[in-house]
């Protein structure tokens, strides 16, 4: 698959807890950008990470940026319920915008 | 602004239909292109297009047909609906689309198809 591999596929924590997902990607990229998905909607930008960043914070994201692993990771800090959503990395691979298979977030009350 | 605009949201077509979804964007972007999303497959791209008169195949471009002949206008025909077709589509578009990719992606609402 050409698409970049979001981990895990799901996650439900309780709400309070911080929420940690992974992307992974499979060749050389620039930078990557996470997305969010509420159901049934287009995604929403939340976040730029330059490849020459390694981590980078907005409000109670934190994203962080491996380039010798072709990875990066999303952490939500002190989850909510509205943070109940989708989340999708993005990144070009041969000149196309591609995105991963996204992680869908469940927070629990 | 209006973003970026979809219609119709919802659409039904029987095997061998043929229909056109609709994309605008009133932001002047270069940019814009056209995903479907099924479960557990996340989005693939399926045609994209980096200005007008100018479009490219994505991931999955087999049996859609694109054009943009205006900078704000971009319609993804499907030239004879299959069962295999019904997802979500969704229209993107940015600035533009540069190596670096630091422009944001804005999205459309959705459409819904469901091929019987």
């Known amino acids: 698959s050409q698409q970049g591999e979001e981990d895990p596929q799901a996650l439900s924590i309780q709400e309070g807890e911080n929420a940690t997902m992974n992307c992974s990607y499979k060749?050389?990229?620039?930078?990557l950008q996470w997305y969010r998905q509420n159901s049934g909607r287009g995604l929403v930008h939340l976040i730029l990470?330059?490849?020459?960043?390694r981590e980078k914070h907005s409000g109670r994201l934190r994203v962080t940026l491996d380039t010798s692993k072709k990875s990066s990771s999303l952490l939500i800090t002190a989850s909510r319920a509205a943070d109940t959503a989708s989340y999708f990395c993005g990144y070009i691979r041969d000149d196309k915008i591609i995105f991963g298979k996204g992680t869908r977030l469940h927070i629990l009350p | 602004n209006a973003g970026v605009t979809q219609t119709p949201k919802f659409q039904v077509l029987k095997t061998g239909q043929s229909m056109t979804l609709q994309c605008a964007q009133d932001m002047n972007h270069e940019y814009m292109s056209w995903y479907r999303q099924d479960p557990g497959m996340g989005l693939r791209l399926i045609h994209y297009?980096?200005?007008?008169?100018?479009?490219d195949q994505g991931e999955v471009p087999n049996g859609y047909n694109v054009s943009r002949s205006t900078t704000e206008d971009f319609p993804l025909r499907l030239l004879s609906a299959a069962p295999s077709q019904t997802s979500v589509y969704f229209c993107?578009?940015?600035?533009?689309?540069?190596?670096?990719?630091?422009?944001?992606?804005?999205f459309g609402p959705g459409t819904r198809l469901t091929v019987l």
């Open positions: 060749t050389s990229i620039n930078n």
């Open positions: 993107a578009s940015s600035y533009s689309r540069t190596r670096s990719f630091t422009d944001t992606q804005y």
């Open positions: 990470i330059r490849s020459n960043e």
């Open positions: 297009s980096v200005g007008a008169g100018i479009t």
